[in-house]
């Protein structure tokens, strides 16, 4: 294939996000022998660490991270025509990715979760409806170019291997940035709540599903039965049931737990894209059809109302 494939690389702190790996094993689903070229926009120390898994990083100097509209017109400056970019399918992602498409006069297709070659010149893209329970093939003419959202999570990153990529500093053709009708004011973190579930290796988590705030005494049994904390999806925060501390999801907690059972949450991608680390899923759902078994290493078709009081017991009677 004779289009170059980029990947915009989100980071925070000084260290690149999770992914920025999965970007790459993406490229390489559209084409398997790419030089996959990174782009990362204020940071040397990210340009350096992701020099390590691509062959390539082009670095623009700019304060203006994370201001999506100065990003896009230096993405604008430097990109090819018929350029394939590839950018993650978050908060940040779904502002650039859209206008950025429109400016390159090229395709876009947003959270992509599924990448299957190129078929007569087409894109062979997967993407995900109503929360997860219907699959679309998207058939994606690229000859002029593509911006493409890549869903977190969607792609396990390939750790082992080891690029050894040069830093091209692109700044210079990146034109003027200075010029912005949005300024970035501060990033604003979460309040930190009695338990960090960022840390925690077992994590009881708890939707929609648990009905009443109080039936969540039961989950408080099962999470001290096995050890874990108690997490929770979106809604559980919107009724103010539990604090946004422990909310996981794309607007909460990022976690990296060993084991993550899903309890009465149906796996929307904003659930799912917060949890890293490929951990073991084990989900207690009473829909079969719930997309969080598609996801999940071990399923259970039940109701938790009656299933989680009768797992806190049998792990009781077995410790
Ligand atoms: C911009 C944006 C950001 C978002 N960020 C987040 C985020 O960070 N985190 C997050 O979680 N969500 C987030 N959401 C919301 C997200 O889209 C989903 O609405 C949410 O994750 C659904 O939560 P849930 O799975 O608990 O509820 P539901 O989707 O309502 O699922 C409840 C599940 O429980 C099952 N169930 C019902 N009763 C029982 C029972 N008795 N026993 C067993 N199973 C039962 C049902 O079959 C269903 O699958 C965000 C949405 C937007 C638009």
């Given at each position: 294939m004779a289009q170059q494939i980029f990947a915009y690389i989100a980071h925070k702190d000084g260290k690149a996000d999770d992914t920025a790996l999965e970007?790459?094993?993406a490229a390489r689903k559209i084409d398997a022998d790419a030089s996959v070229t990174a782009i990362v926009v204020g940071s040397?120390?990210?340009c350096d660490e992701v020099a390590a898994s691509y062959k390539e990083v082009w670095k623009i100097r700019s304060d203006a991270y994370p201001n999506a509209e100065v990003i896009?017109?230096?993405?604008v400056s430097i990109l090819p025509a018929d350029a394939i970019v590839l950018v993650p399918h978050d908060t940040f992602g779904m502002d650039l990715a859209p206008g950025l498409s429109i400016k390159l006069d090229s395709a876009f297709v947003a959270d992509v979760v599924g990448l299957e070659g190129i078929?007569?010149?087409?894109?062979?893209?997967?993407r995900q409806e109503y929360s997860g329970m219907a699959s679309t093939h998207v058939s994606c003419?690229?000859?002029g170019g593509a911006v493409i959202n890549i869903r977190p999570g969607a792609f396990q990153p390939d750790e082992s291997k080891g690029a050894g990529g040069s830093v091209v500093d692109k700044t210079g053709d990146a034109g003027d940035l200075s010029e912005t009708t949005r300024r970035f004011l501060e990033v604003v973190e979460a309040e930190a709540g009695d338990v960090d579930i960022t840390k925690s290796e077992i994590l009881v988590s708890v939707g929609r599903g648990i009905e009443d705030q109080d039936n969540l005494e039961i989950i408080n049994e099962l999470a001290e039965a096995v050890?874990?904390?108690v997490s929770c999806s979106r809604p559980i925060v919107d009724a103010k049931w539990l604090e946004k501390a422990r909310q996981v999801g794309t607007s909460g907690q990022t976690v990296k737990p060993k084991v993550y059972l899903a309890l009465g949450i149906s796996g929307s991608f904003q659930h799912m894209g917060g949890i890293k680390g490929a951990p073991y899923i084990v989900a207690v759902n009473k829909n079969a059809k719930a997309p969080i078994f598609q996801m999940a290493d071990l399923g259970v078709v039940a109701d938790i109302l009656e299933f989680v009081p009768e797992l806190a017991e049998k792990v009781n009677e077995m410790k």
């Open positions: 970007l790459e094993v040397d120390a990210v896009r017109k230096a993405l078929e007569d010149g087409n894109l062979k893209i997967v003419d690229i000859s050890g874990g904390d």
